[in-house]
């Protein structure tokens, strides 16, 4: 058989619903994927008449209906699919009938809106910072800001060896703001406070591109179908390029 026929064992893994494909490429890091009882190599491609495993388990070739969630997570739960190792995940906390997996994250410490979903192919699209798709956050500190801080936060902040794109922030108390993000850099709005010598108290995530936080904290809602059709027409030109997990992750928290 050519070399050239099959799925790559990530994309496999993402199509069938079972994680996203950077999850994947975690899972196959950590030998817990087998293609017919073998250990597979990063890239390796799955053939039609192959048996994919994750930790023994078969993964079925029965695709689930499309399942796309808009979750309130509260502060303490991880945004996690790992249930082996973390009692607080995402997963276990939402309960929900079906295999989902988040699309991004959100540190522990942090609540708000994040979206939950089986399809693969919308995770990658959503993710990518240079579609510059906004999420808006409400951010409150340790100390009272003022106009200074606003310029500077809005304006740029070097953190992780680059320098923060542009962005729109609004105080909006003493010791509250709004921002509005179009990049993922890890844990980028805590990183921006700490530069300023400010240290973040509570953060709430209550957009991302189209989709408001509407629901009370700790459940979830189905997308509306007018949602969808928005976030696919935003994400139409989302790039074939995959971020590099070291400094985009959507951690932006």
Do not use: W
């Amino acid at each position: 058989m050519s070399e050239n026929k099959g799925i790559r064992i990530n994309k496999y893994l993402s199509e069938q619903g079972f994680c996203s494909r950077r999850a994947a490429d975690r899972l196959i890091e950590q030998q817990r994927v087998t293609i017919n009882g073998s250990v597979p190599e990063m890239g390796t491609k799955v053939q039609p008449d192959d048996e994919v495993a994750v930790d023994g388990e078969p993964i079925s070739k029965k695709k689930e209906k499309p399942v796309y969630i808009a979750f309130h997570k509260p502060t303490g739960i991880v945004c996690t699919t790992d249930t082996r190792v973390e009692p607080d995940n995402i997963i276990e906390y939402i309960n929900y009938p079906t295999r989902i997996f988040p699309i991004g994250r959100l540190d522990k410490m942090s609540e708000g809106l994040i979206f939950l979903t089986n399809d693969g192919d919308i995770v990658n699209k959503i993710l990518r910072s240079r579609n510059n798709h906004g999420k808006e956050y409400i951010v409150t500190v340790d100390h009272s800001i003022d106009d200074r801080f606003i310029r500077r936060m809005a304006s740029g902040i070097p953190i992780l060896d680059t320098v923060t794109k542009k962005c729109e922030v609004e105080q909006i108390g003493r010791k509250t703001f709004r921002i509005v993000l179009t990049q993922g850099l890890n844990r980028q709005i805590r990183r921006m406070c700490e530069y300023l010598d400010y240290r973040v108290t509570k953060l709430k995530r209550i957009r991302i591109m189209n989709v408001e936080l509407d629901i009370p904290k700790g459940t979830y809602r189905d997308l509306t179908k007018e949602e969808l059709d928005e976030i696919y027409r935003l994400t139409a030109e989302s790039t074939k390029i995959y971020q590099e997990e070291n400094n985009i992750s959507d951690e932006v928290d």
